[in-house]
């Protein structure tokens, strides 16, 4: 454990860790047991991966929703774009489909590693809220440090 994982590292270091699939504060791997289920906690830095909060990854299902929404519009567009004046409107019906379940799987991790590396960046972890992640914290036991 280094000592720079105890200060708080600037926005851009937490999007370009959350975009790598890592641990936002500290960068470490291994954050992902499957490829939708995050960890308890981090192995490197100890962070809780979900702060201590029990609604905390709705921010991560929203994150989700606006990816794939994108994804979708600009994929359409384009072949719409592209194919008029008679877009293959059959075509696109399937290829919406496959884009949205496609979508809502492949942004999944980045959605939630996102969520938390903006919750970072609005919210650094102080030391006490980290020396509480790495105690084991649990919501009920002893309040959050930040709350």
């Not at 500290?26 to 979900?50: A, K, N, P, V, Y």
């Not at 194919?83 to 489909?97: G, I, K, M, R």
Request: with cysteine; proline share 7%.
């Amino acid at each position: 454990m280094s000592a720079a994982a105890d200060t708080p590292a600037p926005w851009w270091a937490l999007f370009w860790r959350a975009a790598r699939l890592r641990c936002p504060h500290c960068g470490s791997g291994g954050i992902f047991r499957t490829l939708l289920e995050l960890r308890d906690r981090c192995l490197g830095c100890g962070l809780r991966l979900d702060r201590g909060e029990g609604d905390y990854f709705v921010g991560a299902y929203l994150f989700n929703l606006v990816a794939v929404e994108v994804i979708l519009f600009v994929c359409v567009a384009g072949i719409v774009a592209v194919t008029w004046p008679s877009p293959p409107w059959e075509l696109l019906t399937w290829v919406t489909a496959t884009l949205t379940l496609a979508g809502c799987v492949g942004c999944y991790p980045f959605a939630k590693v996102t969520w938390l590396a903006l919750d970072l960046a609005l919210r650094p972890l102080s030391p006490e809220e980290l020396q509480w992640h790495r105690d084991g914290g649990r919501v009920g036991e002893r309040p959050l440090p930040h709350l």
